[in-house]
Protein backbone atom coordinates (compact mmCIF):
# COMPACT_ATOMS: atom_id res chain seq x y z
CA UNK A 1 0.00 0.00 0.00
CA UNK A 2 1.47 3.57 -0.89
CA UNK A 3 1.86 6.09 1.39
CA UNK A 4 0.30 8.36 -1.07
CA UNK A 5 -2.70 6.17 -1.63
CA UNK A 6 -4.06 6.43 2.11
CA UNK A 7 -3.11 10.17 2.11
CA UNK A 8 -5.65 10.41 -0.96
CA UNK A 9 -7.98 8.41 1.04
CA UNK A 10 -8.29 10.26 3.79
CA UNK A 11 -7.78 13.55 2.03
CA UNK A 12 -10.82 12.59 -0.19
CA UNK A 13 -13.37 11.95 3.08
CA UNK A 14 -13.04 8.30 2.97
CA UNK A 15 -13.18 5.67 5.77
CA UNK A 16 -10.11 3.62 6.14
CA UNK A 17 -9.94 -0.10 6.17
CA UNK A 18 -7.90 -2.09 9.25
CA UNK A 19 -5.01 -2.66 6.74
CA UNK A 20 -4.42 0.59 5.94
CA UNK A 21 -3.85 2.00 9.48
CA UNK A 22 -2.16 -1.04 10.32
CA UNK A 23 0.28 -0.40 7.26
CA UNK A 24 0.57 3.64 7.92
CA UNK A 25 1.48 2.84 11.75
CA UNK A 26 3.77 0.27 10.57
CA UNK A 27 5.33 2.94 8.04
CA UNK A 28 5.37 5.15 10.63
CA UNK A 29 7.64 2.69 12.72
CA UNK A 30 9.80 1.17 10.20
CA UNK A 31 10.39 4.41 8.15
CA UNK A 32 9.15 3.49 5.04
CA UNK A 33 6.37 6.57 5.38
CA UNK A 34 8.76 9.60 5.56
CA UNK A 35 7.80 12.42 8.17
CA UNK A 36 6.25 14.67 5.68
CA UNK A 37 3.78 11.87 4.19
CA UNK A 38 2.82 11.49 8.05
CA UNK A 39 2.04 15.19 8.54
CA UNK A 40 -0.01 15.18 5.35
CA UNK A 41 -2.24 12.03 6.65
CA UNK A 42 -2.20 13.65 10.05
CA UNK A 43 -3.29 17.05 8.55
CA UNK A 44 -6.01 14.95 6.42
CA UNK A 45 -7.19 12.99 9.45
CA UNK A 46 -7.89 16.35 11.78
CA UNK A 47 -9.37 18.54 9.12
CA UNK A 48 -11.59 14.77 7.87
CA UNK A 49 -11.33 13.07 10.83
CA UNK A 50 -11.94 9.54 11.99
CA UNK A 51 -14.91 7.32 12.94
CA UNK A 52 -14.65 5.24 16.30
CA UNK A 53 -13.79 1.78 13.74
CA UNK A 54 -10.98 3.87 12.60
CA UNK A 55 -9.67 5.02 15.88
CA UNK A 56 -10.05 1.84 17.64
CA UNK A 57 -8.08 0.62 14.62
CA UNK A 58 -5.69 3.45 15.30
CA UNK A 59 -5.33 2.39 18.64
CA UNK A 60 -4.44 -1.31 18.53
CA UNK A 61 -2.20 -0.34 15.73
CA UNK A 62 -0.39 2.01 17.63
CA UNK A 63 -0.57 -0.32 20.76
CA UNK A 64 0.92 -3.17 19.14
CA UNK A 65 3.88 -0.99 17.67
CA UNK A 66 6.24 -1.97 20.18
CA UNK A 67 6.68 -3.61 23.67
CA UNK A 68 3.55 -4.58 25.24
CA UNK A 69 3.95 -4.74 29.53
CA UNK A 70 3.46 -8.58 30.44
CA UNK A 71 1.66 -8.42 33.46
CA UNK A 72 0.52 -12.11 33.80
CA UNK A 73 2.18 -13.59 36.42
CA UNK A 74 0.12 -11.30 38.14
CA UNK A 75 -3.01 -11.24 39.98
CA UNK A 76 -5.92 -9.95 38.41
CA UNK A 77 -7.80 -7.60 37.53
CA UNK A 78 -5.02 -5.16 36.25
CA UNK A 79 -6.71 -1.81 36.58
CA UNK A 80 -4.78 1.90 35.46
CA UNK A 81 -5.81 5.45 36.49
CA UNK A 82 -5.26 8.10 33.96
CA UNK A 83 -5.65 11.93 34.33
CA UNK A 84 -5.78 13.89 30.98
CA UNK A 85 -3.86 16.39 33.22
CA UNK A 86 -4.30 19.12 35.30
CA UNK A 87 -2.97 21.88 37.69
CA UNK A 88 -2.30 20.32 41.23
CA UNK A 89 -3.53 17.42 40.19
CA UNK A 90 -1.27 14.67 42.80
CA UNK A 91 -4.28 12.05 43.07
CA UNK A 92 -2.58 9.51 41.74
CA UNK A 93 0.30 9.54 44.26
CA UNK A 94 -3.03 8.83 46.68
CA UNK A 95 -5.48 7.03 43.99
CA UNK A 96 -2.69 4.12 43.60
CA UNK A 97 -1.76 3.09 47.22
CA UNK A 98 -5.70 3.34 47.74
CA UNK A 99 -5.90 0.49 44.85
CA UNK A 100 -3.31 -1.69 46.12
CA UNK A 101 -4.62 -1.45 50.08
CA UNK A 102 -8.46 -2.63 48.05
CA UNK A 103 -6.19 -5.52 47.01
CA UNK A 104 -5.85 -4.80 43.02
CA UNK A 105 -2.46 -4.31 41.30
CA UNK A 106 -1.40 -1.38 40.61
CA UNK A 107 0.73 -1.45 37.68
CA UNK A 108 1.13 2.44 36.09
CA UNK A 109 3.37 4.07 33.40
CA UNK A 110 3.64 7.92 34.03
CA UNK A 111 4.72 10.73 31.80
CA UNK A 112 6.39 14.15 32.92
CA UNK A 113 4.33 17.70 32.73
CA UNK A 114 4.58 19.86 29.45
CA UNK A 115 2.94 23.15 29.77
CA UNK A 116 0.53 24.01 32.65
CA UNK A 117 -0.19 20.57 33.31
CA UNK A 118 2.07 18.78 35.65
CA UNK A 119 2.86 14.65 35.35
CA UNK A 120 3.45 12.19 37.98
CA UNK A 121 6.81 11.10 37.06
CA UNK A 122 7.94 14.85 37.87
CA UNK A 123 6.42 14.73 41.11
CA UNK A 124 8.08 11.73 42.40
CA UNK A 125 11.41 12.71 41.24
CA UNK A 126 11.03 15.64 43.75
CA UNK A 127 11.70 12.91 46.68
CA UNK A 128 15.68 12.38 46.94
CA UNK A 129 16.13 8.91 46.16
CA UNK A 130 12.85 7.84 43.91
CA UNK A 131 13.46 5.62 41.18
CA UNK A 132 11.19 6.76 38.28
CA UNK A 133 13.08 4.10 35.60
CA UNK A 134 12.37 1.02 36.26
CA UNK A 135 12.77 -1.77 33.55
CA UNK A 136 9.04 -3.38 32.52
CA UNK A 137 10.88 -7.09 34.72
CA UNK A 138 11.62 -5.03 37.91
CA UNK A 139 8.04 -3.49 37.67
CA UNK A 140 6.50 -7.01 37.48
CA UNK A 141 8.50 -8.30 40.40
CA UNK A 142 7.47 -5.53 42.11
CA UNK A 143 3.93 -5.35 42.11
CA UNK A 144 4.29 -9.19 42.41
CA UNK A 145 5.57 -8.65 45.81
CA UNK A 146 3.99 -5.35 46.99
CA UNK A 147 1.09 -4.64 44.34
CA UNK A 148 2.13 -1.71 43.29
CA UNK A 149 5.15 -0.29 40.91
CA UNK A 150 5.32 3.06 38.70
CA UNK A 151 7.71 4.30 36.60
CA UNK A 152 7.94 6.19 33.39
CA UNK A 153 7.14 4.81 30.00
CA UNK A 154 9.66 2.94 28.34
CA UNK A 155 11.07 3.82 25.19
CA UNK A 156 9.51 0.99 23.04
CA UNK A 157 6.40 1.47 24.54
CA UNK A 158 4.03 2.56 22.11
CA UNK A 159 6.65 4.02 19.92
CA UNK A 160 4.54 5.19 16.67
CA UNK A 161 2.31 7.40 19.24
CA UNK A 162 6.07 9.45 20.21
CA UNK A 163 6.61 9.75 16.33
CA UNK A 164 3.08 10.83 15.79
CA UNK A 165 2.74 13.38 18.80
CA UNK A 166 6.18 14.92 18.01
CA UNK A 167 4.79 15.52 14.25
CA UNK A 168 1.13 16.87 15.89
CA UNK A 169 3.13 19.08 18.05
CA UNK A 170 4.66 20.66 15.17
CA UNK A 171 1.65 20.57 12.78
CA UNK A 172 -1.14 22.11 14.91
CA UNK A 173 -2.82 18.38 14.80
CA UNK A 174 -2.31 17.95 18.71
CA UNK A 175 -6.42 18.68 19.36
CA UNK A 176 -8.16 16.29 17.47
CA UNK A 177 -10.35 14.15 19.44
CA UNK A 178 -9.58 10.75 17.30
CA UNK A 179 -5.52 11.43 17.49
CA UNK A 180 -5.93 12.03 21.21
CA UNK A 181 -8.06 9.02 22.10
CA UNK A 182 -5.85 6.53 20.04
CA UNK A 183 -2.36 8.39 21.89
CA UNK A 184 -4.06 7.97 25.20
CA UNK A 185 -5.52 4.44 25.02
CA UNK A 186 -2.49 3.03 23.02
CA UNK A 187 -0.13 3.86 25.96
CA UNK A 188 -2.61 2.38 28.73
CA UNK A 189 -3.35 -1.14 26.30
CA UNK A 190 0.87 -1.31 25.60
CA UNK A 191 1.12 -0.78 29.99
CA UNK A 192 -0.69 -3.77 30.16
CA UNK A 193 -3.95 -2.69 31.05
CA UNK A 194 -7.63 -4.23 31.27
CA UNK A 195 -9.48 -2.03 33.53
CA UNK A 196 -9.35 1.65 33.16
CA UNK A 197 -10.43 4.35 34.85
CA UNK A 198 -9.88 8.20 33.61
CA UNK A 199 -10.20 11.32 35.29
CA UNK A 200 -11.31 13.95 32.48
CA UNK A 201 -10.04 17.06 33.53
CA UNK A 202 -12.60 20.12 32.94
CA UNK A 203 -12.07 23.81 33.31
CA UNK A 204 -9.03 26.87 32.97
CA UNK A 205 -6.22 24.38 33.80
CA UNK A 206 -6.97 21.40 31.53
CA UNK A 207 -6.95 20.71 27.99
CA UNK A 208 -10.80 20.80 27.29
CA UNK A 209 -11.99 24.04 28.85
CA UNK A 210 -15.89 23.72 28.41
CA UNK A 211 -18.14 20.61 30.40
CA UNK A 212 -19.27 19.77 26.17
CA UNK A 213 -15.86 19.59 25.21
CA UNK A 214 -14.67 17.45 28.11
CA UNK A 215 -17.91 15.37 28.01
CA UNK A 216 -16.92 14.72 24.47
CA UNK A 217 -13.65 13.56 25.27
CA UNK A 218 -14.51 11.53 27.88
CA UNK A 219 -17.26 9.69 25.65
CA UNK A 220 -14.50 9.15 22.86
CA UNK A 221 -12.26 7.45 24.97
CA UNK A 222 -14.44 4.98 26.38
CA UNK A 223 -16.18 4.19 23.03
CA UNK A 224 -12.65 3.81 21.87
CA UNK A 225 -11.50 1.98 24.87
CA UNK A 226 -14.17 -0.84 24.89
CA UNK A 227 -14.36 -1.40 21.03
CA UNK A 228 -10.80 -1.76 21.59
CA UNK A 229 -11.36 -4.71 24.30
CA UNK A 230 -11.15 -2.54 27.78
CA UNK A 231 -13.10 -1.94 30.62
CA UNK A 232 -13.01 1.61 31.22
CA UNK A 233 -15.23 4.56 32.70
CA UNK A 234 -14.65 8.29 32.65
CA UNK A 235 -15.48 11.05 35.32
CA UNK A 236 -15.08 14.40 34.33
CA UNK A 237 -13.78 16.26 36.95
CA UNK A 238 -13.22 20.06 37.97
CA UNK A 239 -10.05 21.87 36.93
CA UNK A 240 -10.62 25.68 36.85
CA UNK A 241 -9.55 25.75 40.34
CA UNK A 242 -6.21 23.64 40.93
CA UNK A 243 -6.72 20.29 43.16
CA UNK A 244 -6.01 20.88 46.38
CA UNK A 245 -3.48 23.80 48.08
CA UNK A 246 -0.33 22.61 46.34
CA UNK A 247 1.01 23.27 42.84
CA UNK A 248 4.89 22.48 42.37
CA UNK A 249 6.50 18.98 42.60
CA UNK A 250 7.41 18.86 46.14
CA UNK A 251 4.89 21.01 47.40
CA UNK A 252 2.51 18.20 45.90
CA UNK A 253 4.29 15.44 47.38
CA UNK A 254 4.27 16.99 50.75
CA UNK A 255 0.41 17.71 50.41
CA UNK A 256 -0.50 13.96 49.27
CA UNK A 257 1.36 12.66 52.49
CA UNK A 258 -1.01 15.17 53.90
CA UNK A 259 -4.06 13.52 52.27
CA UNK A 260 -2.63 9.91 52.78
CA UNK A 261 -2.34 10.42 56.44
CA UNK A 262 -5.17 12.93 57.14
CA UNK A 263 -8.41 10.79 56.24
CA UNK A 264 -10.96 11.69 53.97
CA UNK A 265 -11.09 15.70 54.21
CA UNK A 266 -8.58 16.70 51.52
CA UNK A 267 -10.06 17.29 47.78
CA UNK A 268 -7.38 15.09 46.56
CA UNK A 269 -8.65 12.33 48.78
CA UNK A 270 -12.32 12.68 48.16
CA UNK A 271 -10.85 12.23 44.28
CA UNK A 272 -8.86 9.06 44.92
CA UNK A 273 -12.07 8.08 46.38
CA UNK A 274 -14.66 8.41 43.76
CA UNK A 275 -11.79 7.24 41.18
CA UNK A 276 -11.08 4.54 42.85
CA UNK A 277 -14.51 3.73 43.83
CA UNK A 278 -15.31 3.40 40.12
CA UNK A 279 -12.51 1.53 39.01
CA UNK A 280 -13.09 -1.19 41.91
CA UNK A 281 -16.71 -1.53 40.29
CA UNK A 282 -15.57 -2.08 36.93
CA UNK A 283 -12.77 -3.92 37.94
CA UNK A 284 -16.02 -6.26 39.29
CA UNK A 285 -14.46 -6.17 42.85
CA UNK A 286 -17.75 -4.71 44.20
CA UNK A 287 -21.54 -4.39 42.88
CA UNK A 288 -20.78 -0.91 42.07
CA UNK A 289 -19.48 2.90 42.85
CA UNK A 290 -21.10 3.48 45.68
CA UNK A 291 -19.74 0.46 47.26
CA UNK A 292 -16.33 0.93 45.73
CA UNK A 293 -16.04 4.54 47.23
CA UNK A 294 -17.06 2.98 50.52
CA UNK A 295 -14.47 0.18 50.39
CA UNK A 296 -11.66 2.79 48.79
CA UNK A 297 -12.79 4.88 51.79
CA UNK A 298 -12.32 2.43 54.37
CA UNK A 299 -8.86 1.65 52.75
CA UNK A 300 -7.68 5.54 53.19
CA UNK A 301 -9.04 6.48 56.73
CA UNK A 302 -7.56 2.78 58.19
CA UNK A 303 -4.01 3.62 57.77
CA UNK A 304 -4.02 0.93 54.96
CA UNK A 305 -3.37 3.00 52.07
CA UNK A 306 -0.90 5.03 53.58
CA UNK A 307 1.16 1.84 54.60
CA UNK A 308 0.78 1.13 50.73
CA UNK A 309 2.39 3.88 49.52
CA UNK A 310 4.83 3.58 52.59
CA UNK A 311 6.20 0.40 51.20
CA UNK A 312 5.78 1.68 47.46
CA UNK A 313 8.25 4.53 48.31
CA UNK A 314 10.65 2.32 49.68
CA UNK A 315 10.82 -0.04 47.27
CA UNK A 316 11.22 2.74 44.72
CA UNK A 317 14.29 4.23 46.67
CA UNK A 318 12.65 6.88 48.78
CA UNK A 319 13.89 7.51 52.50
CA UNK A 320 11.47 6.44 55.62
CA UNK A 321 12.50 9.88 57.02
CA UNK A 322 9.79 10.98 54.31
CA UNK A 323 6.77 9.80 56.56
CA UNK A 324 8.56 11.59 59.64
CA UNK A 325 9.54 15.10 58.59
CA UNK A 326 8.76 15.47 54.72
CA UNK A 327 10.00 19.04 55.08
CA UNK A 328 13.47 18.16 55.97
CA UNK A 329 13.27 15.81 53.67
CA UNK A 330 11.85 17.38 50.22
CA UNK A 331 13.27 20.24 48.87
CA UNK A 332 12.31 23.67 49.95
CA UNK A 333 12.78 26.99 47.99
CA UNK A 334 14.55 30.15 49.72
CA UNK A 335 12.06 32.49 48.93
CA UNK A 336 8.77 33.09 49.57
CA UNK A 337 6.30 35.72 49.12
CA UNK A 338 2.32 35.80 49.96
CA UNK A 339 -0.52 36.96 47.72
CA UNK A 340 -3.45 39.01 49.85
CA UNK A 341 -7.25 39.99 49.17
CA UNK A 342 -7.87 43.42 48.47
CA UNK A 343 -11.35 43.35 49.69
CA UNK A 344 -13.96 41.30 51.52
CA UNK A 345 -16.40 39.02 50.16
CA UNK A 346 -16.99 35.41 48.68
CA UNK A 347 -14.11 33.59 46.61
CA UNK A 348 -15.70 33.16 43.27
CA UNK A 349 -13.05 32.51 41.20
CA UNK A 350 -9.70 30.54 41.38
CA UNK A 351 -8.25 30.48 37.97
CA UNK A 352 -6.03 27.07 37.03
CA UNK A 353 -4.44 28.47 34.09
CA UNK A 354 -2.98 31.29 35.31
CA UNK A 355 -1.38 29.56 38.55
CA UNK A 356 -0.31 27.08 36.47
CA UNK A 357 1.46 29.31 34.46
CA UNK A 358 3.17 31.09 37.24
CA UNK A 359 4.61 27.73 38.38
CA UNK A 360 5.71 27.28 34.86
CA UNK A 361 7.51 30.68 35.10
CA UNK A 362 8.95 29.92 38.69
CA UNK A 363 10.88 27.09 36.64
CA UNK A 364 8.40 24.67 37.78
CA UNK A 365 7.17 23.28 34.85
CA UNK A 366 8.36 23.18 31.29
CA UNK A 367 7.83 25.20 27.92
CA UNK A 368 9.81 22.75 25.81
CA UNK A 369 10.02 18.98 26.59
CA UNK A 370 13.87 18.98 27.30
CA UNK A 371 14.06 21.42 29.69
CA UNK A 372 15.26 20.82 33.18
CA UNK A 373 12.69 21.83 36.18
CA UNK A 374 13.17 22.99 39.55
CA UNK A 375 11.07 20.84 42.25
CA UNK A 376 11.08 22.77 44.76
CA UNK A 377 9.37 25.94 43.72
CA UNK A 378 5.85 26.73 43.21
CA UNK A 379 2.41 28.01 44.55
CA UNK A 380 0.59 27.09 47.62
CA UNK A 381 -3.52 28.37 47.63
CA UNK A 382 -5.06 28.68 51.41
CA UNK A 383 -8.43 29.24 49.91
CA UNK A 384 -10.94 27.13 47.89
CA UNK A 385 -14.09 28.74 45.65
CA UNK A 386 -16.61 29.71 47.86
CA UNK A 387 -14.57 30.47 50.72
CA UNK A 388 -15.42 33.58 52.87
CA UNK A 389 -12.74 36.28 52.51
CA UNK A 390 -11.67 39.06 55.10
CA UNK A 391 -10.18 41.73 53.27
CA UNK A 392 -6.02 41.08 53.43
CA UNK A 393 -6.63 37.70 54.10
CA UNK A 394 -3.66 35.66 52.66
CA UNK A 395 -4.70 33.94 49.78
CA UNK A 396 -1.89 32.26 48.22
CA UNK A 397 2.11 31.51 49.32
CA UNK A 398 4.83 31.83 46.38
CA UNK A 399 7.83 29.43 46.63
CA UNK A 400 10.75 30.47 44.54
CA UNK A 401 14.70 30.98 43.71
CA UNK A 402 14.50 34.44 44.75
CA UNK A 403 12.82 37.23 46.15
CA UNK A 404 12.57 38.57 42.65
CA UNK A 405 10.95 35.80 40.96
CA UNK A 406 8.30 35.49 44.03
CA UNK A 407 7.50 38.57 44.00
CA UNK A 408 6.91 38.92 40.33
CA UNK A 409 4.84 35.66 40.73
CA UNK A 410 2.70 37.22 43.06
CA UNK A 411 1.87 39.91 41.00
CA UNK A 412 0.61 37.68 38.54
CA UNK A 413 -1.45 35.64 40.79
CA UNK A 414 -3.51 38.64 41.62
CA UNK A 415 -5.58 38.05 38.84
CA UNK A 416 -5.92 34.60 39.54
CA UNK A 417 -8.64 35.25 42.38
CA UNK A 418 -11.51 36.96 41.53
CA UNK A 419 -14.23 37.69 44.96
CA UNK A 420 -17.18 38.22 44.62
CA UNK A 421 -19.91 40.09 46.71
CA UNK A 422 -22.34 37.58 47.28
CA UNK A 423 -21.71 34.12 48.37
CA UNK A 424 -20.56 31.64 45.98
CA UNK A 425 -21.36 27.90 46.02
CA UNK A 426 -18.42 25.56 46.11
CA UNK A 427 -17.21 23.88 42.93
CA UNK A 428 -18.23 20.22 43.02
CA UNK A 429 -15.09 17.71 41.96
CA UNK A 430 -16.82 15.27 40.10
CA UNK A 431 -19.00 16.96 37.36
CA UNK A 432 -20.06 14.13 35.30
N1 LIG B 1 -2.19 13.03 26.20
C1 LIG B 1 -1.66 12.07 25.37
O1 LIG B 1 -1.05 11.11 25.82
N2 LIG B 1 -1.83 12.23 24.04
C2 LIG B 1 -2.51 13.27 23.50
O2 LIG B 1 -2.64 13.33 22.29
C3 LIG B 1 -3.04 14.26 24.37
C4 LIG B 1 -2.87 14.10 25.72
Known sequence: M?????????????????????????????GSFSPDQLAAWLMAAYLRGLDSAETSALTLAMAASGERLDL???????????????????????????????????????????GITGGTIDKLQAIPGFRTDLSPAEMVAQAGRIGIALSGQTPNLAPADKILYALRDATATVDSLPLI????LSKKIAGGAEVVVLDVKCGRGAFMRSLPEAVALGKALVTVGRESG?????????????LGAAVGNALEVREAIGALMGGYQDPVARLSVSLIGEALA???VVSDRSAGEDRAREALTSGAALRK??????????????????????????????????????MGQIDAGIIGQAVVNLGG??????????????????????????????????????????????????????IAPDPVAPRPLVLG
Open 282 to 284: LAG
Open 230 to 242: LRISALVTDMDQP
Open 2 to 30: FPQEIIRHKRDGQAHSPEQIQALIQGAVD
Open 181 to 184: VASI
Open 72 to 114: SSLPRPWVDKHSTGGVGDKTTLVALPILAACGVTAVKMSGRGL
Open 365 to 418: GRRRKEDAIDPSVGVVVHVEVGDEIADNEPLATVHARTDAEAEAAARALSEAFS
Open 309 to 346: AQEWFAAQGASDALWEDPDAVLPRAPATCRVFAHQEGW
